[in-house]
């Protein structure tokens, strides 16, 4: 599995730890360090089965600055993968991703029954 993330957000290290304390292994990656590309955001996208939307950082300065709110019902997918592959800063973090699901946020109860 795949965790990404930004190690200065405090609901990824929550998540981390969450893993790490159930010993569930995986490869962890700073997710502005190396950002999600537009191919690995339509995979994770189209594994995931939620809308687009889902992917963002409603809570971000970035996103804010650049008015998505507004600006994302008009996109197409396509458009707003560019947007989200430009700046790991808007992607909802952590992702979880593993062979046939990808999580966004923690939500511990939503980890607990995809991976316990």
Known sequence: MLFVEYPKCSTCRKAKKWLEDRGIEFEDRHIVEENPTK????????????PVKKFFNTSG??????????????????????????DGMLVKRPVL???????????EKEWEEKLC
Do not use: C, H, N, Q
């Not at 191919?39 to 939620?50: F, I, P, R, T, Y």
């Open 61 to 86: 300065m970035k996103y804010r600055e650049l008015g998505l709110k507004d600006r994302i019902p008009a996109m197409s997918e396509d458009e707003a993968l560019e947007i989200l592959a430009s």
């Open 39 to 50: 191919e690995e955001l339509k995979a994770w996208l189209d594994k995931s089965g939620m």
């Open 97 to 107: 991703a593993g062979e046939d699901f990808v999580l966004t946020g923690f939500r």
